[in-house]
């Protein structure tokens, strides 16, 4: 069984950053493909950003690109969120998800690709 643990949240001033980690245990990350999604209060659940198992592919959402970066260190068994230049409308509970598949043609990065889900960390933008 696939267990993956968020760190990192927290609260954080518009302009600026935070980088998110995705620590998983039981299962080797290096099979899966990974993302990160998020939720806002009475928002539906939507992708962030995705890469591929072996780190040859990444998808970001139009809103995200240019200022969030996904990457993935496999022998940490970990995935990463950076995320710059942080605007209220990114308040959200961020999750960590392995993905059950991957298109290396047409990656996309939407809920209904993940597998297995970490407890999600909470992102404020506030000033």
């Known amino acids: 069984q696939l267990v993956l643990v968020e760190s990192g949240g927290g609260l954080v001033q518009p302009g600026g950053s935070l980088r998110l980690s995705c620590v998983a245990s039981g299962v080797s990350l290096h099979y899966y493909a990974m993302g990160w999604f998020r939720q806002a209060p009475g928002k539906e659940r939507e992708g962030v950003s995705c890469i591929s198992n072996s780190d040859e592919g990444t998808y970001s959402e139009d809103s995200v690109k240019g200022r969030f970066t996904i990457s993935r260190d496999n022998a940490k068994n970990t995935v990463y969120l950076q995320m710059n230049s942080l605007t209220p409308d990114d308040t959200a509970v961020y999750y960590c998800?392995?993905?059950?598949?991957?298109?290396?043609?047409?990656?996309?990065?939407?809920?209904?690709?993940?597998?297995?889900w970490g407890q999600g960390i909470q992102v404020t933008v506030s000033s």
């Open positions: 998800a392995a993905l059950d598949w991957w298109s290396t043609d047409r990656p996309t990065c939407v809920v209904s690709q993940g597998r297995y």
